[in-house]
């Protein structure tokens, strides 16, 4: 484990006020041969400041003095490889006095492993040699009692958000958590702001700056100058806010109705204008928590996700906001209709006489495959789910083996999961029972997205163990031929008819 005597501390200081500092982080300090502390550009470090006196006066101290911070660097890697070479160089730094058998003691504001520069140093050497880290008083924590503010409670959620997130992922989960914390701020504060408003949580928004210091500043963040916010500020959102945000939304007298949406495959551009319009003007959107990610956070939106095998609870839900005259959606991946949440809803829907459902359709998954690879459903297609969950394998083998007799183009959903990974592997089998070896086969996986792969195999060549719930499968007719060019189509005559 070490390559030497030396040992290293990284010690957390807790967010400004030295009375914060425990008492195993001041004996180290007091005992240490090497005491490393970052500074920013052209500014004193504040670690140093806060450990003053504790420093031993015959301590060796090293300043890592950061080479960017927000601006603009030549570097060829960007920031991100400036930093990266600036933490390589420091860490070789501290390894030489460690080689050497001293005690290095690396400082760290609040504590040394949340969003903090020790983290990295700790990366990098200790497993090299003998490491300990002590813990430190997080800045939030001393924030939240700066503004004496109970930030959860009993089963509350918290969530400690970067203000760096883009402005709509940061509303989003605003909107979906109880208590927050928002670090990070300068530059970013009027976005965080946006942000705040989009998901109704402004008004119970507390800022704090420099927590716990003699300049310590705090006030509610629609107060707040923008110009005004250094780095070492923050933003607590108390978990009490968040039930006041879901009941607080008035009763509006108007017909009752249940939107179901499909959102498409992924990328927004495939969102039709009709939902992009509904989603615009409901007040909760429901839905398997993936999908309603999706849907931008704005201000009176309220968000109700669930997991992936709660289908009829979660439209039961729906409907009963619905019938007390609330403005829902119910949204799903691709088209709703298409092994989507439209079918569960019409399960349910006959409890909720009052309510009318409007289904408004989607870009379904099969669709925006098949346009990539080029036209495979041009002629007669059928869709079917390998996921045994609702229906029995042995209903699935028989519709397969139909479809293959029946020479249709095949559209496979729901190839494989975690916990599902022979069903592929037997579909392929059997098809192989019915079809040519040689029969096309489209494999598409995370259409539309920034991940999105597409290949084209034939049914014996397929790998079934690649398959994972990503993708989608099209499997070819007699019909479907492979262009030179690489594009896949069936031809819309069938026979001898041209």
Known sequence: MSSGDGRFSCVGLGPGDPELITLKAARLIGAAD??????????????????????????????????????????????????ADFYEASAATLAAHLETGRHVVLLAEGDPLFYGSAMYMHDRLAERFETE???????????????ALPLVRQTDVLTVLPGTLPEAELARRLADTDGAVIMK??????????????????????????????????????????????????VVVPGDSRRSVVTAAPVVEHAAELLVVGLGPGPDRWLTPEVSSALAAVDHVVGYAPYVNRVPQRTGLTRHASGNTVEVDRARHALRLAAAGERVAVVSGGDAGVFGMAAAVFEVADEFPSVSVRVLPGVSAVQAVAARAGAPIGGDFAVVSLSDRLKPWSVIEQRLRAIARADLVLAIYNPASRSRTEQVVEAQKLLLEELPADRPVVVGRDVGRAEESLSVTTLAELDAASIDMKCLLIVGSSGTTVSAGGAVWTSRSVGSRA
């Open 133 to 147: 880290v002590v813990p430190g008083v997080p800045a939030f924590c001393a924030a939240t009692a700066a503004a």
């Open 185 to 234: 701020l300068g530059r970013t504060f009027p976005a965080v702001r946006r942000a705040l408003a989009a998901a109704g949580r402004l008004d119970d928004a507390v800022y704090v700056e420099r927590a716990s210091q003699d300049e310590e500043r705090r006030l509610p963040v629609a107060e707040v100058d923008p110009a005004s916010v250094p780095y070492f500020s923050l």
């Open 34 to 83: 090497v005491v490393a502390f970052h500074a920013g550009v052209r500014k004193q470090s504040h670690a140093r400041r806060i450990a003053g006196d504790l420093v031993p006066a015959d301590a060796i101290e090293v300043e890592l003095r950061y080479p960017v911070t927000t601006g603009t660097t030549d570097h060829p890697g960007g920031y991100a490889g400036a930093m």
